[in-house]
């Protein structure tokens, strides 16, 4: 089956550095990504649709210059969390339309990302 | 998109039927109800989608009532593993899939 993966699963970093995380379609094209991000004990909520050759777009409220997409190719997009601090520490989980299957929103996910800011 | 709602946990015993109902009374006519899954600390599973009729596949069945207005996820014979939080959204083609609250389902031995 259709395939989402998702680098690092886990990252640590200092307050103020950036961060990149990648999610790549490892068996079919997607021109279409969705980036989600969780809190502990919360549900997802989703950030931004990605899609390939053309800008991100953003859910209110989620800062475009802060959480930077890119969607190059068919297979990978990709989420940069720009001077990160404490308060972006979340799992940030990517996931892809995959076609074919009747119904245009059946997603496959990744394994999330997990980002803690010191 | 229409709102759903979930009861917030449920428990069922290993191997047993477990039924989690979602009530989605503003649902329109071009809206399908999916189901996911999360199992902790991963991402979420896709389980199912139906639009008016019932659907079954290998791990579920899908039983949406004849006003469309609640439906019930199915999972026929409940194991350890199905210990997950399970979320029910209602979405047309091409929308974009909103997170609610969910369910967590316990499924004890």
């Known amino acids: 089956g ?15 550095t950036s961060v990149k995380i990648e999610c790549r379609s490892l068996d079919f094209q997607a021109t279409t990504m969705f980036w ?4 502990p004990k919360q549900s ?15 859910e209110q409220g989620v800062e475009k210059d802060k959480f930077l997409i890119n969607h190059a190719s068919l297979t990978l997009s990709t989420l940069t969390v720009t001077s990160a601090h404490p308060e972006d520490s979340s799992f940030y989980i990517c996931s892809a339309r995959t076609s074919g299957r009747s119904g245009a929103n059946v997603l496959t996910f990744g394994a999330g990302s997990r980002l803690t800011v010191l | 998109d229409a709102k759903t709602t979930q009861p917030p946990s449920m428990d069922c015993a290993e191997g047993r039927a477990a039924n989690l109902p979602c009530n989605h009374s503003t649902i329109s006519g071009n809206e399908y109800v999916y189901w996911y899954r999360q ?15 019932n659907e079954t596949n290998e791990m579920a069945s899908l039983i949406i009532t004849e006003d469309r207005k609640s439906s019930t996820l199915i999972l026929p014979h409940a194991t350890l593993r199905d210990t997950a939080v399970y979320y029910c959204i209602v979405t ?10 969910g369910t967590e389902l316990s499924v004890k031995p």
């Open chain 1, 2 to 16: 259709a395939v989402v993966s998702q680098h690092p699963s886990r990252v640590i970093c200092k307050s103020g």
């Open chain 1, 36 to 39: 989600y991000r969780q809190f």
């Open chain 1, 44 to 58: 997802l909520m989703l950030m931004a649709t990605s899609n390939e050759g053309s800008k991100a777009t953003y």
């Open chain 2, 39 to 53: 199992i902790h600390s991963q991402g979420p599973q896709y389980i199912i989608h139906g639009l008016k009729n």
């Open chain 2, 92 to 101: 047309n083609q091409g929308g974009k899939l909103i997170f609610g609250q």
